[in-house]
């Protein structure tokens, strides 16, 4: 697969977006505002910066993603559908009775889903033992990590970025979806985060900031990541819950429920809308 233009890389997020609303609202459950959130940073990666190929899901030179907030995994399934790993008409059996697409990623389920998460934070860990084992056995895989913002405040991610830092895993590559919001109310009001970046550099990693729903400043994020030999890094993407959809966005209401029919029309409508609004690259 050749490397898709700027247009195209919004359209296919605007896609995934679609397809995130479609499945919730199938569902009758599911998380809403992280999934419309990560959309711009999953096609950043499975469209452009991991090395991988959805006809060999198991390809041993294949770059990892590893999703500690499993969660946001309706992004997940919407961007491996999209990519190619499994049929875009699966997505409606979300959350549903035999399914493959369950609440939160089980890795014997589907191609593409490397490891089962789901208690929030234990992902920091499984990337950082993977990145580990590459290192050991002399591999070129590279791991990206995803991770919310709330587990931040779980004292397990920071056991995991200690060691990390300490081993100076240059080839794990962590993003934390800084959203602002988890289920009980908006981060600085639950238990405050910041300043993020001062603790990542502490514990020896390399701190990226962006603008998480700037695709190209994601893609050059990843690349700077490559490029640093002596640490891991981590980037912070300031996103915006529920991006996409007006009624949801910046609200943490939205975090662990999906649209009633009337509202998912009404979101589809706007995303629909704002295909007309992504401009050409050549005008």
């Not at 569902?27 to 959805?54: E, K, Q, R, W």
């Not at 590893?66 to 997505?91: D, K, M, N, Q």
Request: glycine content about 8%; proline content about 5%; some cysteine.
């Amino acid at each position: 697969m050749g490397k898709l233009s700027s247009t195209e890389l919004q359209l296919t997020a605007n896609s995934i977006r679609q397809n995130i609303i479609k499945m919730l609202v199938e569902a009758g459950s599911g998380h809403s505002a992280g999934p419309l959130d990560m959309a711009d940073v999953f096609t950043a990666l499975y469209f452009d910066v991991m090395n991988i190929d959805p006809h060999k899901p198991d390809w041993q030179e294949r770059d990892w993603l590893i999703l500690s907030c499993g969660h946001i995994c309706p992004v997940l399934y919407a961007t491996l559908a999209e990519r190619g790993y499994f049929p875009v008409s699966e997505l409606k059996t979300l959350r549903k009775l035999g399914t493959r697409l369950q609440g939160h990623p089980h890795n014997l389920s589907l191609p593409g889903i490397e490891t089962t998460s789901g208690p929030l934070s234990q992902g920091s860990s499984q990337a950082v033992g993977v990145a580990l084992a590459f290192r050991m056995n002399k591999q070129k895989n590279r791991v990206y990590l995803v991770m919310s913002d709330g587990e931040q405040q779980e004292g397990q991610t920071w056991e995991a970025v200690m060691l990390a830092g300490k081993e100076k895993l240059h080839n794990l590559t962590a993003i934390i979806d800084r959203n602002n919001i988890q289920i009980d109310g908006y981060t600085e009001d639950v238990m405050p985060l910041d300043d993020l970046r001062a603790k990542y550099e502490a514990f020896n990693w390399h701190v990226l900031e962006v603008d998480g729903h700037n695709i190209s400043a994601i893609i050059n994020a990843y690349h700077e990541a490559e490029a640093i030999y002596e640490k891991p890094t981590v980037i912070i993407a300031h996103t915006i819950p529920g991006k996409g959809v007006e009624f949801m966005e910046g609200k943490y209401e939205w975090h662990g429920k999906p649209p009633k029919p009337d509202e998912a029309k009404i979101a589809l409508q706007e995303l629909r809308t704002l295909q007309g609004k992504i401009k050409s690259e050549h005008e």
